[in-house]
């Protein structure tokens, strides 16, 4: 335990120090500033005439002008946003040992890899848990200036834990993208394989196998699809699958860089 | 006597390439053994194996009397390395960078950080972001991560690189007193030739992946070679002279003359004689020993060859 405790504090002077954390957990909330624009645009048609093709975007999206459909949008935009966000954080925390050249140092220590390793999900887990502690309270927030109506107790509470399920479901998912991080020795591959997944996605949700494809599946949740029980087995494996490749590629594989 | 580092027929391959091979070495406690070898020798392959960071192709490797295998957690608490070119969080200051080499030291105190930066000299840059440090200072940085808990071996990877001719004598003096006032064992590679025959008790000259020869300060100067350096004021008529004598002479670009032979050697007092006698009174007349790199190069073309 006092190996861990001691990875942990590690793993978040290293976040805490960096610019990369503070930058990616901002530009995530561009995401809540960008929906309301566009709420804030539907209700006003003379300024949605005045901007155009954004007016039009507006229109197109938004439909309603109501908490449902601001969820809803919310939702969806979070849905690929946190899918992203902790790709890109997994991507870095692992990856930038090897970017730094610093893996080395923490190869030949007598701290078991896996502490090293479990602080670095732990990490990235308390991060995302502050990132979307702040990001919907912020939604909450954007959608009471632009005074929307329809919101209810009921409706915030299963709206909440609608986004928490898929907050939950998007950093299980990502788990692999630890192992890609490793093996690609960076950010590269893994942000290149959560852009293919991303295209992935839509292809799958399209063809009716999105409760199949573990990374559609936080998405399919987005639009008011049940989790089935299938979807639930799947994205837990496919989590354990990340740590455990990881573990082992971090334990077995030869470290030449 | 206890051997810190043992290895026996290590080899190591990446595809088709052999890096390391059939490689058996020992390293005493308290010895300063360093590694010799041109850059794709083999050095860090050998280093990285020792630290199991990639697993031998054949062959094994034990440390502080443990058996290597890869992910292991022991030795490591008694051993401090530097790899390649020594690297730190740049965004984090050198404190913060020692502070981290220290937790994943679990039982060095915390004093010992601030030791530390003071044997390093590091003070003025404590606070200092790693990023910002010059190359030396970096190498410092580098090394005091790797001294931070008072490791039993030190295994470093060019511990001299970048460092200014003062650091480069702390270093070499640090090193001196940790091996012989503590018993530390150094296994170091270098390509500072000059440094690494002031330092190592013996020395292994590593070409293409094979070791080609041990040897300690003894052995080096029996094996190098020395020869005699004349130079008359008719430096043709001299050579003349001594290839009648059938002493075998070269020429060096002055136009001085180079005689290896045994007789010249050993005997320069007879050769200036000699020279005397023909009415060619030396001008210069010295032996010289080949150094370490000389003989380094000798060795590894002949092998070659």
């Given amino acids: ?257 | 006597m206890n051997w810190n580092i043992e290895t026996h027929h290590l080899g190591k391959n990446f595809g088709k390439v052999i890096a390391v091979n059939d490689l058996s070495l020992k390293v005493a406690e308290g010895e300063i053994y360093a590694f010799l070898g041109l850059n794709g020798a083999g050095k860090t392959t050998t280093i990285r194996m020792l630290l199991a960071m990639i697993k031998p192709t054949n062959g094994s490797a034990s440390v502080l009397e443990t058996e290597i295998r890869m992910g292991c957690r022991r030795p490591w608490s008694d051993v401090g390395y530097s790899v390649e070119i020594p690297y730190a969080y740049p965004e984090l200051t050198v404190q913060e960078n020692l502070e981290i080499a220290r937790r994943l030291h679990p039982h060095t105190s915390k004093a010992q950080v601030k030791r530390t930066i003071e044997k390093f000299g590091l003070e003025e840059y404590a606070q200092r972001r790693a990023g910002t440090l010059s190359q030396g200072n970096a190498q410092r940085l580098g090394l005091a991560k790797a001294m931070l808990h008072n490791p039993k071996l030190l295994i470093l990877d060019e511990p001299a690189n970048g460092l200014d001719p003062a650091g480069i004598v702390e270093v070499r003096e640090l090193l001196l007193d940790m091996a012989h006032n503590h018993g530390v064992t150094v296994l170091m590679s270098s390509h500072i030739l000059a440094e690494v025959s002031r330092m190592a008790d013996r020395i292994g000259i590593i070409h293409k992946g094979n070791l080609l020869q041990e040897l300690n300060a003894a052995a080096l100067e029996a094996n190098r070679q020395k020869r005699l350096i004349i130079r008359t004021h008719d430096n043709e008529k001299a050579a003349v002279l001594l290839e009648s004598s059938g002493l075998w002479t070269d020429r060096l670009p002055d136009s001085s003359v180079v005689c290896a032979h045994p007789e010249c050697v050993n005997r320069p007092d007879q050769i200036a004689e000699k020279l005397v006698q023909a009415g060619l009174p030396p001008l210069h007349l010295a032996v010289e020993e080949e150094n370490l790199e000389e003989y380094f190069l000798r060795l590894v073309g002949m092998k070659a060859q």
């Avoid at chain 1, 309301?36 to 039009?56: E, M, R």
């Avoid at chain 1, 790709?87 to 007598?110: Q, S, Y």
């Avoid at chain 1, 090293?116 to 887990?125: H, M, P, Q, R, T």
């Fill in chain 1, 1 to 257: 335990m006092e190996n861990f405790l001691n990875m942990l504090w590690v793993e978040t002077l290293k976040v805490r120090k960096s610019r990369i954390p503070w930058m990616v957990g901002l530009g995530f909330m561009i995401l809540p500033l960008m929906c309301t624009f566009l709420f804030f645009v539907y209700k006003n048609p003379a300024l949605s005439q005045q901007l155009g093709i954004v007016g039009a975007k507006a229109n197109l999206v938004v439909g309603d002008v109501s908490w449902p459909a601001y969820f809803k949008i919310l939702k969806e935009a979070f849905a690929i946003g946190g899918f992203l966000i902790v790709c890109l954080m997994l991507a870095w925390v692992f990856g930038r040992e090897f970017m730094d050249h610093t893996v080395k140092d923490i190869l030949a220590v007598p701290v078991p890899r896996a502490d090293i390793l479990a602080a670095k999900f732990v990490v990235v887990a308390v991060w995302y848990i502050v990132v979307v502690g702040i990001f919907y309270p912020f939604c909450l927030l954007m959608g009471s200036l632009i005074q929307l109506p329809g919101l209810t107790p009921d409706l915030l509470l299963q709206e909440s834990l609608s986004l928490l399920l898929i907050a939950t479901l998007n950093i299980l998912v990502t788990l692999p993208f630890a192992f890609l991080a490793s093996i690609g020795g960076g950010i590269m591959l893994p942000i290149g394989i959560a852009i293919l997944i991303l295209i992935i996605d839509n292809l799958a949700a399209v063809i009716g196998y999105g409760n199949y494809f573990p990374w559609a599946i936080p998405g399919m949740l987005s639009q008011g699809e049940p989790l089935t029980t299938v979807s639930l087995v799947i994205v837990l494996t496919t989590a354990l699958a990340g740590i455990a490749a990881t573990y082992l590629w971090w334990r077995y594989a030869d470290q030449s860089r």
